[in-house]
C-alpha cells in the first residue's frame, strides 16, 4: 500500500471514529432526556407512598380477581443441574423447606398411619421369621390396632417416603416422627372433653396463677391422656370481645382498607379478642352499608319464593339474589313467614303438651331439634317463644 493509500485510509478512519463519537453522544443526549421524563413522573408517586402510614397486617392479603405472578423461569430450570442459578435455587429451596408450614392434612394422617402398619408388620415380620413363627398366626392373638402401638426402632425414612408419595409436600422423616409420637399415637386421648375433665384442667391450671403452666405437668396430673396442646388449648381461657362504638369503627376501617375477604387480617386490626368470625358476622350482619334492615318489602318477597326455588335452602345462593339482604335475614324470612309448609294459626293443647314433653326429653339445648321432633309445622323461633311464654305464665323450670 503506498504512503497516499495509507494517509487515507487513517483520515478515513479517523473520520468513522468521530462520527461514531457523535452518535454515542447524541443516544446519551437521549437517554438522560428520558430518565429525566422517567424522574418527574416518579416524584408524585413517590409523595403518595411516603404520606401512607404502615400497616403490620401480620399475613397475606387476598385480592378478588388476582393472578399470582410468574417469573421468566421456572423453579424446575432454576433448579437444573445445568442451571447458572442452581447453586443459590438449591440453597433457597433447602431454606423454603424448613421454614414453610405445610399442615398435614386428613389424607396425609391417614397415610402416616398406614406408614407406620406397615413398618410395624415389617418388623414384625422379620422378628417371627427369625424366631421362626408364623407371622399371620402370631398376630391374630392381637388387638387391632397392635400394628400401631410400638414406637421403638421404627424406620422414620421409609416411613416419610411412603406419606411424601401421597402427599402434596415432601415430607421429612423428624417431621412424621414428632407428627405420630406427639400427636397420632393410639396412647392419646382425641375424644370429647367432658364437663368434668374441663373443670379438673382448670383447677390445675389456676394453681400456677400468673407464672407460666407447664403443659406437660398438666398432662401427667389430669391423666385422661390428652397431649399437651389439647390441654392448652381447653385450659386457656380467652378474653369474649364485645363491640363497641370504637371497636365498630376500627372494623369499618379495615375493611375499607383490606376487603371483604381478609377477614384474618382484618380481625387482628380490630382487636387481639376479636375472631375472624366475629369480625366478618358482625360486619356482614349489622354494619355493611348496602344491609337494608327495614321491612320486607312485597317485591322482596317475591325474589325471596323464586330465589328458593332456584337454589333451595342454599341461603348464601338466595340472598345474592336479593340485594341488601343477608343470608341469616331471608333465611328467617323464609322459615318464619314466607314458607307455606309452616303451621301459624293458634297452639293447640296437643301441641302444648306434646313440646312439654319433648323438653323434659331433652332439654333446652337445642330448639332445633324439639321444632323438628315436635313435627307439627312449627318454625324453632315458634317454639322458643311458645316455650318462654309457657315458662313465664305457668313457671314452668325447664330442664
Known amino acids: 500500500m503506498s504512503q497516499t493509500n495509507c494517509t487515507e485510509v487513517v483520515r478515513e478512519a479517523i473520520q468513522a471514529n468521530k462520527d461514531h463519537q457523535h452518535a454515542l453522544k447524541v443516544y446519551t443526549e437521549r437517554l ?53 442459578f442452581y447453586e443459590e435455587a438449591a440453597r433457597r429451596s433447602r431454606y423454603l423447606s424448613l421454614t414453610e408450614v405445610h399442615p398435614m392434612t386428613k389424607k396425609d394422617l391417614e397415610a402416616l398411619r398406614e406408614a407406620v402398619r406397615t413398618e410395624n408388620y415389617r418388623m414384625h415380620a422379620l422378628d417371627a421369621q427369625r424366631k421362626g413363627n408364623p407371622v399371620f398366626t402370631s398376630l391374630s392373638n392381637q388387638p387391632s390396632n397392635y400394628l400401631e402401638l410400638n414406637k421403638e426402632g421404627l424406620d422414620w425414612d421409609r416411613i416419610a417416603e411412603k406419606v411424601s408419595s401421597s402427599s402434596m409436600y415432601t415430607r421429612t422423616p423428624r417431621e412424621c416422627e414428632i407428627r405420630w409420637l406427639g400427636d397420632q399415637h393410639p396412647c392419646f386421648n382425641h ?27 398438666v398432662v401427667d396430673k389430669l391423666g385422661t391422656h390428652r397431649t399437651p396442646l389439647d390441654c392448652m388449648i381447653h385450659g386457656t381461657t380467652r378474653k369474649i370481645h364485645l363491640w363497641t362504638p370504637d371497636s365498630d369503627e376500627r372494623l369499618l376501617k379495615a375493611v375499607a382498607t383490606f376487603g371483604h375477604d381478609n377477614w384474618s387480617v382484618v380481625a387482628c386490626q380490630v382487636s387481639e379478642d376479636a ?5 366478618q ?63 301459624k294459626g293458634k297452639w293447640t293443647e296437643e301441641e302444648d303438651q306434646d ?21 307439627s309445622g312449627r318454625t324453632d323461633s315458634m317454639v322458643t317463644f311458645i316455650a318462654s311464654e309457657a315458662y313465664v305464665s305457668c313457671s314452668f323450670i325447664l330442664l
Open 191 to 217: 375424644g370429647p372433653w367432658t364437663q368434668d375433665e374441663t373443670t379438673r384442667l382448670k383447677g390445675l391450671v389456676a394453681e400456677y396463677g400468673n407464672e407460666q403452666v407447664d403443659w406437660e405437668v
Open 355 to 375: 313440646l312439654l314433653a319433648i323438653i323434659q326429653q331433652i332439654g333446652t339445648s337445642s330448639w332445633k331439634e324439639i321444632s323438628n321432633r315436635l313435627g
Open 281 to 343: 358476622n358482625r360486619y356482614q350482619r349489622t354494619l355493611d352499608p348496602t344491609l337494608k334492615h327495614k321491612a320486607w318489602s312485597d317485591e322482596e318477597d317475591s325474589r325471596l319464593r323464586l330465589a328458593v326455588q332456584a337454589y333451595g335452602t342454599s341461603w348464601v345462593n338466595v340472598a345474592s339474589a336479593i340485594p341488601g339482604r343477608h343470608n341469616d335475614q331471608c333465611r328467617d324470612r323464609w322459615n318464619d313467614i314466607i314458607n307455606p309448609a309452616i303451621t
Open 275 to 279: 375472631t375472624p368470625s366475629q369480625c
Open 32 to 84: 438522560e432526556a428520558e430518565l429525566q421524563t422517567v424522574d418527574k413522573l416518579l416524584e408524585p408517586a413517590d409523595a403518595n407512598l411516603d404520606g401512607e402510614p404502615d400497616i403490620d397486617v401480620g399475613g397475606s392479603i387476598i385480592i378478588p380477581g388476582s393472578v399470582k405472578a410468574s417469573g421468566l423461569l421456572t423453579p424446575s430450570e432454576l433448579l437444573s443441574e445445568d442451571s447458572p
